[in-house]
């Protein structure tokens, strides 16, 4: 379990495919604000956190290691690729 929003962050990067360079320029911050972030010398401003939610497609709340509920944000995907998520979510809760 991640306990705190340095570790979340490096988490949904590398979970991503992202390194720190490629979530900066996403940002508009530089690289070593991010590795700040990853080692907990500083926080990110609400501005970052929010537009990190939308580059992870996460709640701020599972950003924030508030909870462990993942919930990812399908709305920008089409109707199609819409039904698949839901048919692939069915398969694994039988």
């Known amino acids: ?12 990067r590398d979970k991503s495919g992202y390194t ?8 508009g911050i530089s690289r070593s604000a991010v590795n700040s972030w990853e ?3 500083s926080s990110p401003s609400i501005a970052n956190i929010i537009e990190m939610t939308e580059v992870f497609h996460v709640s701020a709340d599972y ?8 919930t990812v944000d399908i709305s920008h995907l089409n109707t199609d690729e819409q039904e698949v998520i839901f048919k692939i979510i069915n398969c694994f809760e039988k």
């Open 1 to 12: 379990m991640i306990h705190n929003i340095a570790d979340r962050i490096r988490y949904l």
């Open 39 to 41: 080692m907990s010398l």
């Open 63 to 70: 950003l924030l290691s508030l909870t462990d509920k993942l």
């Open 20 to 27: 720190q360079t490629d979530l900066a320029n996403r940002l």
